[in-house]
């Protein structure tokens, strides 16, 4: 059974940077695309980025273009995001899931196994 770990979280200052990390264990074979989903107290749960099982494609919400970047190291069974210029609106706990296959999707129901989550808190 595929296991995910969050990783990076942590309290910044509005346009600060953080990168978080989720490393996978129990993997056997194939690609796995994984998503980052991020829930804000009160709020529905929101897909952030993906990217696919061969790191070919990558998507973004259009809240967060040009500001978190996703990027994985089949080698070291890790995803990252890294994110940049943080706003307070970011503040939520960070999910990282797998799906099996090369698909990357921001839709959470696709993805089969889920980490606990990281908190990241943007606040001065």
């Known amino acids: 059974q595929l296991q995910l770990v969050e990783s990076g979280g942590g309290l910044v200052q509005p346009g600060g940077s953080l990168r978080l990390s989720c490393a996978a264990s129990g993997f056997t074979s194939g690609y796995y695309a994984i998503g980052w989903f991020r829930q804000a107290p009160g709020k529905e749960r929101e897909g952030v980025s993906c990217i696919s099982g061969s790191g070919g494609t990558t998507k973004y919400a259009d809240s967060v273009k040009g500001r978190f970047t996703i990027s994985r190291d089949n080698a070291k069974n890790t995803v990252y995001l890294q994110m940049n210029t943080l706003k307070p609106e970011d503040t939520a706990v960070y999910y990282c899931?797998?799906?099996?296959?090369?698909?990357?999707?921001?839709?959470?129901?696709?993805?089969?196994?889920w980490g606990q989550g990281t908190q990241v808190t943007v606040s001065s």
């Open positions: 899931a797998a799906a099996h296959g090369n698909v990357a999707t921001m839709r959470g129901r696709n993805y089969d196994y």
